[in-house]
């Protein structure tokens, strides 16, 4: 790569990072990459031990997850990751496990847990829904910024009933994102059931490095780049400054993604962003996640099985996913496989706790919730994520709308520049890859409009 070949640079090989490198490309712009790491995915990268995966953030999908279900058919991963293999879904109630599948609002009336007289009010969800129409525009997360001031807890309760919230609601929502329903917005709900409510759940058929190494092995991408600093000298192209192979470096470009951690982007970009954006990169919190992955020496489910913990059971864990094992498959054939994911108030108290330490208590909750588990057990893994997914919380969505239109006013007023990731858009793997495209077409919509080698 050189130089004079680079149009738009993405900062971040992460799942934001590859999409808006796509998306670029597909358009005929000149691109490169560049990813401190040696190897591409940022949160979607995982290991493996004798055949059992070991990926510390969820691997559950939904057939709602067009973005990445799309993107995996773009870069030519399908045949390694698709079709979902479907999940059964269960809950656990009094302690014990008890499958569920609500796919229409009747369905809870049924679900263990949950008043019947509070699961009759959720009639009044399809009107709430009518009644917030365009805000809650599922490409747009920053028209939810008016619906942004009640909590999904406070939400819930007042039209539904706290059976419902801690029943379905909390874990509808806190399974995937690990947050805490006291604090997560009520737009964040309100926007994941339009999208998810009744749409099949299940696991890819491999890791989603495996979507990683492929977007990866197609598109230019610079391993070991550390970048430090953009900067726009006056009169000049963007800047660059990054070190490599121990050498400080810079190269000029166009235009840039940065497609990078909220912390990160906020020291990288601080000579190109306003007060304002600043501000609101400094407020993005992170949850984070302590993971148990294990292998048994025989499948304690045969079938997918993704297990939700609602708060009110007083556990360790947010999820349970049981695999069994197959050949080919994401866990070895003959064995099977346990993820356990710790509540985000959990693994943010237990963080730094010793590895022997957590093992033990998250081997008690596997024990816990399947009983009988824990003498199947060939060996265990403590996964840790200090910054494993951005909040939700009420005020994400205000801070959204904010840094969507100080960046639209600065893209029409030249500054070709634009910021990707999944606190823009979704705490998930599908609004990572959403975040990237949106980002990408900005940028795009600006080069068209006033540099005809883009068109």
Known sequence: ?????????VIGAGLAGLAAAYELRRAGIAIAVFERE??????????DHEGLLLEPLSPVVSSADHALLDFIAEVGAQDVLLPIRPALTAVVHDGRSVEVDPRRLRDFARMPGVSVREAL??????????????????????????????????????????????????????????GDPEETSRVHFLRRYCEHFGARRGVLRASLRELAATAAGSIPILFGAN??????????????????????????????????RADRARVVAAPLLTAGERDVLA???????????????????????????????????????????MAGGRVPDGFGGATLHATG???????????????????????????????????????????????????????????????????????????????????????AVQSGRRAARALLTDLGASDPRAR
């Open 283 to 325: 407020g993005i919190r992170y949850t984070p996640a302590v993971t148990l992955c294990v292998r048994t020496c025989r499948p304690l489910s045969w079938h997918p099985l993704e297990l939700s913990v609602p708060r009110v059971e007083s556990g360790v864990a947010e999820t349970l996913l049981l695999e069994p094992g």
């Open 1 to 9: 790569m050189s130089a004079d070949e680079v149009r738009v640079a």
């Open 121 to 178: 009010r959720l009639v009044r969800l399809p009107r709430l829904l009518r009644r917030y129409g365009e805000q809650l525009a599922p490409d747009a997360p920053e028209a939810g910024a008016a619906l942004d001031d009640r909590s999904l807890a406070d939400f819930g309760r007042l039209y539904f009933g706290r059976s419902v919230v801690d029943r379905w609601m909390g874990p509808f929502v806190t399974s995937g994102s690990l």
């Open 345 to 431: 108030t959990w693994s943010a108290a237990a963080l730094d706790a010793p590895d022997d330490a957590l093992e033990k208590d998250l081997l008690d909750e596997l024990e816990r919730l399947q009983p009988g588990a824990r003498a199947t057990v060939d060996f265990a893994r403590v996964l840790r994520a200090p910054l494993a997914r951005p909040r939700f919380d009420v005020g994400h969505y205000r801070a959204i709308e904010q840094l969507t239109r100080i960046e639209t006013e600065r893209l029409a007023e030249g500054r070709r520049f634009v910021l990707a990731g999944d606190y823009r858009m979704d705490p998930s793997w599908n609004g």
């Open 227 to 260: 970048v430090r600093a953009l900067r726009a000298p006056p009169g000049r192209p963007l800047v660059i400054e990054y070190l490599r192979d121990g050498k400080e470096r810079s190269v000029e470009v166009d235009a840039v993604v940065l497609a990078v």
């Open 38 to 47: 040696s190897v591409a995915g940022g949160r979607a990268r995982s290991g």
